[in-house]
T-cell receptor, first 114, second 114 residues
């Protein structure tokens, strides 16, 4: 079983719709969760971080975390063609020895169509 | 504020040669990380520096890889001798010390070993 799992997609949504990206993780002790956006050939760009159960909103983005279900999601409202990219879910391991290692999923490709 | 920078952006070397990658973190960030993405796979952690000390090097593949961060500023990652399976994109990231574990990535170095 992969440590961080994402559906590779592509996920296609029409412009203006809500895009829902999902991620599950295997380590129940994981503490911190991140969403990165990566355009083709570019570096991962941090767009959201979430540490507590519930929702966290930032502009058109909402991250949702459910530690009991080991599930984290990213909602993108009013999707735009510029949102077309690969979205990476990353999980920070439980705190051991002070390390900050991130474990990544393979990413979900999002396509926002006109 | 300048972001994480990496040099070179691309490197093509022959099997058996040596390559050195450089990373300059965001100014003031004590934490510096190296990650690698092999084609078709997820981004994987290599190691983590706190200032000049190696906090976690559990992801280093083997002793052909040597990372240094003299003076706690920039870091180098040397691969000697390079093998075909070392090809991939090497990302560097940095973060502040503190509760926020948000890591900011550089543009990456694409390494091709032929």
């Amino acid at each position: 079983q992969k440590e961080v799992e994402q559906n590779s997609g592509p996920l296609s949504v029409p412009e203006g719709a809500i895009a829902s990206l999902n991620c599950t993780y295997s380590d129940r002790g994981s503490q911190s969760f991140f969403w990165y956006r990566q355009y083709s050939g570019k570096s991962p760009e941090l767009i959201m971080s979430i540490y507590s159960n519930g929702d966290k909103e930032d502009g058109r983005f909402t991250a949702q975390l459910n530690k009991a279900s080991q599930y984290v999601s990213l909602l993108i409202r009013d999707s735009q063609p510029s949102d077309s990219a690969t979205y990476l879910c990353a999980v920070k391991d439980r705190i051991t020895g002070g390390g900050n290692k991130l474990t990544f999923g393979t990413g979900t490709q999002l396509k926002v169509e006109l | 504020e300048a972001g994480v920078t990496q040099f070179p952006s691309h490197s093509v070397i022959e099997k058996g040669q040596t390559v050195t990658l450089r990373c300059d973190p965001i100014s003031g960030h004590d934490n510096l990380y190296w990650y690698r993405r092999v084609m078709g796979k997820e981004i994987k952690f290599l190691l983590h520096f706190v200032k000049e000390s190696k906090q976690d090097e559990s992801g280093m593949p083997n002793n052909r890889f040597l990372a240094e961060r003299t003076g706690g500023t920039y870091s180098t990652l040397k691969v000697q001798p390079a093998e075909l399976e070392d090809s991939g994109v090497y990302f560097c990231a940095s973060s502040h010390t503190g509760y926020s574990y948000e890591q900011y990535f550089g543009p990456g170095t694409r390494l091709t070993v032929t």
